[in-house]
């Protein structure tokens, strides 16, 4: 159902920082339901992919390496109005703007290092959680 569901990663500083348990359990204590999940590695290629609408960006190679550089946990989120309520949950890209309390404000380092991914749009939403996760996986 378009609207939702949203797609979250934990991303490598997080995750090789032993916070990827609590993180999830804020999620779920926050009232999404996990669809599906899975912990892996990105090659800087499937990092590159994932992420090709920030191609010109003068940041996508270190996004890229950084993405590329250790474990993930993939997941797909359900809740009402998910993509917006889950944006608003993560606080701003930046944890130094974040607002106190959010994930990125407590387990974010830098612009770069910001713990978490959070889908921009329901479409983006579909397109990521079809990156990593096939239809028998997603039900
Ligand atoms: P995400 O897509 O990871 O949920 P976002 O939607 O808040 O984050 P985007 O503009 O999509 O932000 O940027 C994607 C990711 O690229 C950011 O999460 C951040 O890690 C990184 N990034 C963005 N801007 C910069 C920058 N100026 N310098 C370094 N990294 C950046
Ligand atoms: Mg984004």
Redesign the pocket.
């Known amino acids: 159902m378009t609207g939702t569901i949203t797609f979250t ?1 934990i ?1 490598p500083s997080a995750f090789s920082a032993g916070y990827t348990g609590n993180i999830l359990a804020k999620i779920e204590a926050a009232g999404y339901k996990i669809k599906a999940m899975k912990k892996i590695s990105l090659s800087k290629e499937q990092a590159g992919h994932f ?1 090709e609408m ?1 191609k010109e ?3 996508y190679e ?2 890229t390496n ?1 993405m590329s550089s250790g474990p993930i946990v993939a997941a797909i989120l359900e809740k009402e109005n998910a993509v917006e309520s889950f ?1 608003k949950f ?1 606080g ?2 930046d944890p130094a703007k974040a607002d106190e309390g959010t994930i990125r404000k407590l387990y974010g380092k830098n ?4 713990a ?5 749009s329901d479409e983006s939403a579909q397109r990521e959680a079809g990156f990593f996760f096939s239809f028998l996986e997603m039900v």
């Open positions: 990663m991303k992420y920030h960006r003068p940041f270190e996004l950084f944006r993560i701003a890209t612009l770069s290092e910001n978490v991914h959070g889908s921009d």
